[in-house]
T-cell receptor
Framework: EPEVTQTPSHQVTQMGQEVILRCVPISNHLYFYWYRQILGQKVEFLVSFYNNEISEKSEIFDDQFSVERPDGSNFTLKIRSTKLEDSAMYFC??????????????FGPGTRLTVL | TQLLEQSPQFLSIQEGENLTVYCNSSSVFSSLQWYRQEPGEGPVLLVTVVTGGEVKKLKRLTFQFGDARKDSSLHITAAQPGDTGLYLCANTDKLIFGTGTRLQVFP
């Protein structure tokens, strides 16, 4: 069964460093998403991506964040200068269609980012 | 911004008991989804409800969408340890998740 994969599973970095989180969405999906979940808190939407551009983003997704689909398979989230409060689980998701059409969203296993 | 409040926040029960989890919104849902998330994994979709008053069953799980489409409930009959996890409601049209209900079922 096709699945969303994410690497690395755990990333430890120093405050101020740049990190790139990688995701491989399901191959025939067209919509891609990043979420984060701070330990013990709810899942928060960061950004959605379609047709090689950002379609929606939340207030959390400020200038220190960027997303890219550098090739036909990878979807990356870059955090330019990490802060302590960026420590969280980051989930990538993909869907075949836009969610307003109640398409199913498939989540990856997540990358745990720890900022020291 | 729509707020999705779930209750209870935590629930610990014995195997075989029944339980209900609630999701309440500050505004109308266009559609609502329920997910279950296990530790160290991403959320997995359980069901999507679209029509006010809709009831969907998934084995021992019954999902109900309120008539006014501002609330939903998830009822589990005869809970099993495998039901343990974090249950999340979501308005995926708005890309908003609820606060979650953490369920622990003891054998």
């Amino acid at each position: 069964e096709p699945e969303v994969t994410q690497t690395p599973s755990h990333q430890v970095t120093q405050m101020g460093q740049e990190v790139i989180l990688r995701c491989v969405p399901i191959s025939n999906h067209l919509y891609f998403y990043w979420y984060r979940q701070i330990l013990g808190q709810k899942v928060e939407f960061l950004v959605s991506f379609y047709n090689n551009e950002i379609s929606e983003k939340s207030e959390i997704f400020d200038d220190q964040f960027s997303v890219e689909r550098p090739d036909g398979s990878n979807f990356t989230l870059k955090i330019r200068s990490t802060k302590l409060e960026d420590s969280a689980m980051y989930f990538c998701a993909s869907s075949e269609g836009w969610l307003a059409g109640v398409a199913e969203q498939f989540f990856g296993p997540g990358t745990r980012l720890t900022v020291l | 911004t729509q707020l999705l409040e779930q209750s209870p926040q935590f629930l610990s029960i014995q195997e075989g008991e029944n339980l209900t989890v609630y999701c309440n919104s500050s505004s109308v849902f266009s559609s609502l989804q329920w997910y279950r998330q296990e530790p160290g994994e991403g959320p997995v979709l359980l069901v999507t409800v679209v029509t006010g008053g809709e009831v969907k069953k998934l084995k021992r799980l019954t999902f109900q969408f309120g008539d006014a489409r501002k609330d939903s409930s998830l009822h589990i009959t005869a809970a099993q340890p495998g039901d343990t996890g974090l249950y999340l409601c979501a308005n995926t049209d708005k890309l908003i998740f609820g606060t979650g209900t953490r369920l622990q079922v003891f054998p």
